[in-house]
């Protein structure tokens, strides 16, 4: 009814509102619905009725219901659902008002979350966006970057390119120049070669024709002197000076031999140091210096600065030996230098030479490899510091720096910056050496191969580790040093892995876990451990099982009295190529141990001094054919059945030493010299029952014979000496020392026939007898 009023004409909807007939129609409906009455018409008529008479009458949709028939019937409860309980009417506008809050409500807060999320998703959508638009700016960015890194790359290669073009360029262009300079240079050197040898040729055809005049003369018709020239130069060219000297006073012949230059361009004066003197040293330079190359004067005090002068004079000297010359000084060695422009070995040990000499060198000697200033004391930190400052000694690959202990950090400092080159160093008997020392020396010269550090107590493991660190060695010698322990050997043999040499004696605090770092090496030759009193058996199967086991040559096991027989069996079993061995003072080693080493087909020299060996042993070491060289001092259980019975065996020996063993007498030696022809030095010394008659023995048979110390024999007389001066034509020492019975007229008979001459009829220091 509602929407057909809403949709009729406006009037007729007024009139309808005005006059209430809609709930006039919904009470009339209601009565009909609810009261059901016989005669619906007369129901309806009687109703309005009512309503015209009463004006103010009040009409809701129950209003022509009867109150008795309100709920009573079906009809009537669906009213109510449909119109509302009358009794409700009074809150109805109240309910009204709350339900269209709460619709309003509702419907606000239905708007408001419609709008909230349309807010949410238009906020999403617009971050989605913006995080696409970064990501795609990002891509953009990324891709222009790529395009320009590609462009830049491509551009650096073509400058690339054209740099390594005009390098090979200019690098052709500086070995054509070079090469120009070198064929230059040696057209230079060619010429001067040729001229040289000219000039050397017609020396020698000078001294042929005089030769051959001297000869045509019938001078020096002997058999030496009709041998062809060279091999007449073979024979003299095992001669000494001495030898030579005399030679040329024999004839002319042998004169012009002697004077061939070829005889002259090594000297060696040591050998003669006692006799050598100014005018020898003169004479022989004068006529032969051009031809010099290597002069040897060690231990010759007797010369002074003529000599010097005429070395100076040598120009081709490349080598030369001036230690322990006495008279040597800085002038002598200003003059030498600056004339000896071609050193490259140079030798000033226990000489007195100063800073001033030092910088001489580091002005002159530039092609020098090799110096020692060992045991030169008089130099300080200042001269080495010329080394570094100057031209000369930047090539030395050996230099030797023993005993040199006034020498600081700051000294070798100098030596690593001067010499960065070094290969090989010996800086043995220095006290004064510390752990800085060495790191400073090693952090420059980075290609030592070879260190010797004998008698350097203070060095720990710092300086050891530092020199694994650094440099990779190929031998090294260490002596006397408590400080070390096992991890720097460990550390040493992990770095330097081509190590063939090792000196390791007197270090107290290696054990068996140094000889099994030692048993990784692969080229191990020369192993020394002596004095390493923790070293067991346990230490000697590591190296025995080593992978350098077979190519040992020479082991150094003495002072280690924890050694035992085992030990010489495994080194017999697995070294087989052993040819030095040295077990002294092994307290632990018996006969039956020494009977392995009948297997040893390799050894060659042998050194058992101090050990507890008896005739059986010795007897037993005889099997072993290979053995030349016999060291048994101090072997107090030796008898003569035991020497004989070795000698029977071993009949090539060459050196037998037994000083010190008690109960050898002239028996001993008697067997010795009848068996053993090739015997060349004898060492008898402290020996109180040889008499004259073992001399004797030796001198009858020993034309070998070169050395014989027959200290500390007492019963020994004049004749020893003249034994010695009717044969051995070889003897070139001979040590009478502690004998009291040897006047020193008889002993001085021998002094002009040997090299080394030593007497005294003093009371030894040590009586064993």
């Known amino acids: 009814m509602m929407t057909s009023l809403q949709d009729s004409d406006p009037v007729i909807r007024d009139y309808m509102i005005k006059h209430s007939l809609p709930q006039i129609y919904k009470a009339l409906l209601a009565g009909l619905c609810i009261s059901c009455p016989e ?49 409700d009417s009074l809150c109805l506008s109240h309910l009204l008002e709350k339900a269209y809050s709460c619709y309003r409500t509702s419907l606000t807060k239905m708007c408001f979350t419609g709008w909230k999320g349309y807010i949410s998703k238009k906020k999403l959508k617009a971050a989605r966006l913006l995080e696409r638009m970064e990501e795609a700016e990002m891509y953009q960015k990324q891709r222009r970057i790529k395009l320009a890194f590609i462009k830049w790359t491509a551009w650096v290669q073509f400058r690339k390119q054209r740099q390594n073009d005009a390098a090979r360029k200019l690098q052709k262009v500086q070995e054509s120049v070079h090469c120009r300079n070198i064929i230059t240079a040696w057209r230079h050197v060619v010429q001067d070669a040729k001229r040289t040898k000219e000039y050397f040729k017609r020396l020698e055809r000078d001294i042929q024709e005089s030769q051959n005049s001297e000869m045509t003369q019938g001078d020096g018709q002997d058999r030496l002197s009709l041998l062809p020239n060279k091999l007449s130069l073979k024979v003299f060219q095992s001669l000494g000076v001495r030898e030579l000297l005399k030679c040329a006073q024999v004839c002319r012949s042998w004169r012009a031999i002697a004077q061939v230059s070829s005889l002259w361009t090594e000297i060696d004066f040591s050998s003669e140091a006692g006799w050598i003197t100014d005018q020898t040293v003169e004479r022989i330079l004068r006529v032969h210096r051009i031809y010099v190359i290597s002069v040897n004067l060690c231990g010759c005090t007797l010369v002074q600065e003529s000599s010097f002068r005429r070395i100076s004079q040598c120009r081709n000297l490349q080598e030369l030996d001036l230690s322990e010359c006495s008279h040597l000084n800085d002038e002598n060695m200003k003059l030498i230098l600056e004339g000896c422009r071609s050193l490259l070995h140079l030798n000033l040990a226990f000489t007195h030479i100063t800073n001033a000499t030092i910088r001489v060198l580091s002005r002159r000697c530039l092609m020098l490899r090799s110096l020692s200033l060992a045991y030169c004391t008089s130099f300080s930190d200042k001269g080495l510091q010329y080394l570094s400052t100057g031209k000369g000694c930047h090539r030395l690959t050996y230099l030797d720096l023993s005993g040199c202990s006034q020498i600081s950090v700051d000294g070798f400092t100098y030596v690593a910056e001067a010499c960065s080159t070094l290969q090989q160093i010996v800086l043995d008997n220095l006290p004064t050496l510390t752990d800085n020392c060495v790191q400073v020396l090693v952090s420059k010269c980075r290609m ?5 550090l004998l008698d350097s107590p203070y060095l720990s493991d710092v300086a050891f580790k530092t020199m694994a660190e650094v440099i990779s060695l190929t031998k090294i010698q260490i002596e006397g040093n408590n400080r070390m322990t096992d991890s720097s050997l460990k550390a040493l043999c992990r770095s330097s892995l081509k190590l063939s040499e090792v000196q390791m004696s007197d270090c107290t605090h290696m054990t068996d876990a140094s000889l099994k770092s030692l048993g990784s090496l692969t080229k191990l030759c020369n192993l020394n451990i002596s004095g390493c009193i923790k070293v067991t058996d346990i230490g000697i199967h590591y190296i025995t099982e080593g992978a350098s086991a077979v190519k040992l040559r020479e082991l150094d096991l003495s002072y280690c009295p924890k050694l035992t027989d085992l030990s010489l069996k495994r080194i017999t079993q697995k070294c087989s190529k052993l040819t030095h061995l040295s077990v002294c003072f092994c307290e ?7 009977e392995c080493l009948d297997n040893c087909a390799s050894l060659v020299s042998l050194d058992i001094t101090g050990c507890k060996i008896h005739d059986k042993g010795l007897a037993a070491l005889g099997t072993n054919h290979s053995l030349r060289k016999l060291t048994a001092s101090e072997c107090v259980f030796i ?5 004989k019975m070795f000698c029977q065996k071993c009949n090539r020996l060459e050196l037998l030493d037994v000083c010190q063993c008690v109960c050898l007498s002239d028996r001993a030696i008697k067997a010795l010299s009848f068996i053993c022809r090739t015997i ?4 008898i010394a402290g020996c109180p029952k040889l008499t004259d008659t073992a001399v004797k023995y030796l001198t009858r048979v020993g034309h070998f014979l070169k050395e014989l110390d027959v200290s500390d024999c007492p019963l020994l007389t004049d004749r020893t000496p003249s034994f010695l001066l009717c044969s051995c034509p070889q003897l070139r020492s001979i040590s009478m020392l502690y004998c009291k019975n040897i006047s020193k007229q008889a002993a001085l008979k021998l002094q002009h026939r040997v090299q080394h001459w030593k007497h005294s009829n003093d009371d030894a220091p040590y009586s064993q007898h």
């Open 39 to 87: 005669d619906p018409l007369h129901f309806i008529e009687e109703k309005i009725l009512s309503i015209l008479e009463d004006h103010d009458f009040e009409i809701s949709w129950h209003t022509f219901i009867d109150k008795d028939k309100q709920i009573s019937s079906l009809a009537g409860g669906i009213v109510y659902d449909i119109f509302g309980n009358p009794e």
């Open 448 to 452: 030592l191969t070879a260190i010797s």
């Open 588 to 594: 632990n080693l018996t006969d039956n141990g020494f």
């Open 639 to 643: 008898t003569d059945n035991g020497i």
């Open 680 to 683: 060349a030095t004898v060492r």
